[in-house]
Structures are given as C-alpha cells and as structure tokens.
C-alpha cells in the first residue's frame, strides 16, 4: 500500500455530499475555476490514455458538468485531436467559472443535433451530471437515443447523463459509457445497479479538493473494502485456544441438508474455533456421516425446540445462524420459527438467513419485536420483498442524508429502512449487495463475480459471518468483511464455480489479505 489506509478514502458521497465538498473546498482556498479546470484535465488525460487520436465530439450540457466538457474538449484539441462542441443550454445562467471556459474555447459551438454523430469515434458526455433527476428530454434525449442506437463508444464526465449519482437508477434512457471520470470520491450511483453497469471503466481523479472537508461532512456510506475493517479482523494468537475463538451454533434443517453443511463449513474455514450443527434427530446420520471437524448435536423428535435451547445453556456458545434448509413446509415452519425466537432469546449474536427469514412472512413484527441482541439478517430481494412490503411506500426516513436525498425505493434506502425497522444489520444481497445498519451506516459491496449467482452460495456467506461474529468482530463489520471475502474468494475461483468451493479455497484469499494488510504477521 502506498499509504495508510484510511475510512474516508472508502466514503462514497452522495450528489448534494459532493456539492457540499466543492463549496467546502473553495471556501478552504481552492478557487471554483481551478476545480473545474482540474477535473476537465483529468478527463481529458483519461481519454488520451485509453484512445487513439480520433474524431470527437463533446456535448455540453447547462450546469458545471458542461462547464468540465469546455475544458476537455479544449485540451483535446490542443494535442491536435479534431474535435467538435455542442451546448446544450443558457450561456447565461452558466456558473461564473463554466462561462469562463465556455470562452475560453474560442470554437464554434454547435446546437444539439443527431447529425453531429456522423463520422464521429468518440463522444463525450458532459450533459448532466450526478445530480440529474428527471428522465432526459427534447434535443437531450434525441441525442442519447442515437448514441444508443448508433453504439459510439463513450466517456462521460461524472456519470453517464440520465444516471443518478445517488441511487444508480436510470432516469430513462442512459447511453452506457465505456469510460467514466468522476472526482474526489466515487459516488453510490457508481457502485449500484443499474448505474454500475452504465459507467463501464471508472476512474476516480483527483482534483484538489482538500480530504478535510469531508469532516464536515456525516459521512454514512463506504465501498466495501478491508480498509473498513481489518484493523478487527480476528487472527488467531499465539497464546490463544479454540474457545477463544469462539463456538458457532447453525440450526439444521432434516431434508435440505446441505444448506447449513455449508454454513457450517464457512463458518470453521474463516475462523471459528469450534462449529456445532443441531440437527433433528431423523438426519443425524446424514450430518454425522457429512461432517468431520463440525459436531454434530442431535434435536430429539417433538422436543427440537427445547434441545436447542438447552444446547444454549452453554454459554460457550456465542454466535447462532438459523435459516438455511431450517424448512417451510407444514410444521417445519413452525418449527423454524420456534428455533429463530429460541435464538434471539438468548440475546447471543445470530444470522437469520433464508427460511429463518421467510417463516415470518405474515407477522414479521414478531420477528423484528424479538430482536434485541446483535443480529444480521441476510435476505435476497425475493425475501427482501416478502418480509418488508410495504418499505417502498413507507413515510419513515430517518435524518441521514443518504435518506433524505433518495427515493424510497433505492436499494441504499431500502437496506437502511429494513435496518431501522428491524433492529437488525441488513444485508440485502446481489450484485451490488449492501450492508446496513439500524444507526444509518452503510456500506455497498462491489467486488463481488456473476459466478456468486449459484445455490449455496448464500448459505456460506452466513457462514462467514456467523463465523467472524463467533470471534468477537461486531455486526455491522462481521458483514461487511464476510461479504467482501465471499466476493473475493469467488473472484479467486471463477468460472465454474460450485458453493463447495467458497470455503476450501478461502484460505488462499484470507493469505493474501493477511500479507498485504498485515506483512509482519505470521
């Protein structure tokens, strides 16, 4: 590493964040017009890097993001690019620094017009930035819809125009950009679907804004990194023993007997000391015969529940996960649910994943009224959606800002609204997965491959943290390390992935982790 790593390098700011940190930066010396002048050099050396001299247009919009475009597509045109600019927009109402450079071009600046696309390589997109959010229209969207249809390669300034930095969604149509160059700190929309597929490569630049004024700022998002995390990471000590690192309990269901194996087994691979599966007594064998360094209790027949709750009498075990093939069908049901409140009761750090989730499906206020110990819950969005249907409409925003400045059905907003309600840590699973905690805080995962997309996969992530919350870490970043590590280890294996596979191969990436974050260590 080539620094310290540091939290605020991971923030992500939301477009109102970012406007703040620009006001912040000038009122700390850095004059407006230098900003602007710096972020469209750092464009304009992206798009030196990555193509050869071509034909480019830039397509300038009525705000500051235009404003960034004058300054590319004045610079590309001094290395000798041939290159054309259209605005979009009042001359007048153009900030004092986007009128400076709006001058300082001393070109022709042509209107908005489809044609301009002929015998055009390369557009610039430098229309409307991350704080756009309405749906394009009139000459803006005719332009969009022909570079969608024409498939010019792209690079945009910020976001792709019609990309709302905050949430990711498309207001309408977006044209995807093969590049995009955004400034100081990546912003949510990079990071979540479908804005992250619309960026293409990203590229972060700085361009002076000074790091302390995001102590200003009540940052409350992060990208998923180590650089959260590691300094809790639960290594084993030299003069430590098993016990110290903790003994996980994973409910198991009798005919989806897989499901919590690979719990178990995520579990014992990142870290906890010991791992018991509690098992009805009918598939006791199939768990015995499966497992070798996981134990294996036995639930004798109509007395699951209180077996369970006598396994708890051991103190010694300090992290549960139910859900995984716990069971739906008839009294599994009843059952699961039983094992969940008998969990929660103890008051000790639990995973409710899968069937721990969707047994409360009609009532899920029992659930969230039993939860008053440290507890994360898991879901997809199908379970998502069954256990919170009425979060998409629901009035309670709490006073972050990440909240306050998105729309309710955004995957950010959803997560920490679940969170709220739930008194849970939330980890609301996918390609763009985000964890979210009951005080506002969260964070979005990105590293994670399409390979993950495979059954069990889920099961060994609640085994990674029902793994990691056994050892001490707390909630919010047992999540947050299990599910970066998941994303790592399936980017270790790739193609052809199984769920098997995610446990035996996380040794290699918990190696690799350790050498780079901590080199001393043995």
Known sequence: MNHKPNKSDRCLLTANEMGRA??????????????????????ADAVLNRWSKCSVLVLCGPGNNGGDGFVVAKLLKAAGWPVRLAFWGSVEKLSPEATHFFHAWQGEVEAYS??????TDLVIDAMFGAGLTCPLEGKARNMVDSMIERKIPICAVDVPSG?????????????????????????????????????????????????????????????????????DYPWPQLD?????????????GENITGASRLTARGAMRIGAGLVTLAVPIKAWAVYATAMTSVMVAKLEQSQETEDFEELLLDPRHNAIAVGPGAGLAG???????????????????????????????????????????????????GEFARLFPKINKSPEINNSPDISESHPDDKLTRARLAAKLSGAVVVLKGADTVIASPDGRAIVNSNAPADLATGGSGDVLAGFIVGL????????????????????????IGAGLIAEDLPDHLPKVLSAFKKQYFPSKK
Request: charged share 20%; glycine share 10%.
């Open 22 to 43: 620009d006001k912040a930066a000038v009122v700390a010396g850095v004059p407006a017009i230098d900003l602007m002048a710096a972020a469209g050099k750092a464009v």
């Open 114 to 119: 489809v044609d301009l696309l002929e015998q």
């Open 163 to 231: 990309v709302d930095g905050t949430t990711g969604a498309a207001l309408g149509k977006v044209a995807p950009a093969e590049l995009t160059v955004t400034f100081f700190r990546k912003k949510p929309g990079h990071l979540l679907f479908p804005g992250r597929s619309l960026c293409g490569e990203l590229v972060v630049a700085d361009i002076g804004i000074p790091v302390t004024v995001l102590d200003e700022l009540n940052l409350q998002t992060w990208e998923n990194s180590p650089e959260l995390w590691y300094r």
């Open 240 to 252: 430590g023993h098993k016990f110290h690192r903790g003994h996980a309990l994973v409910f198991g």
């Open 331 to 381: 009294f599994e049901s009843i059952r699961t649910r039983k094992i969940v409140m008998t969990a929660l009761a103890s008051n000790r750090a639990t995973v409710l994943d899968a069937d721990a989730l969707s047994a409360f499906v009609n009532d899920p206020q029992v659930l969230f009224g039993a939860i008053h110990g440290p507890c994360v819950m898991t879901p997809h969005e």
């Open 469 to 492: 919350l056994a050892q001490g870490v707390e909630p919010f970043y047992a999540a947050a390390a299990a599910v970066w590590l998941h994303g790592e280890v399936g980017n270790e």
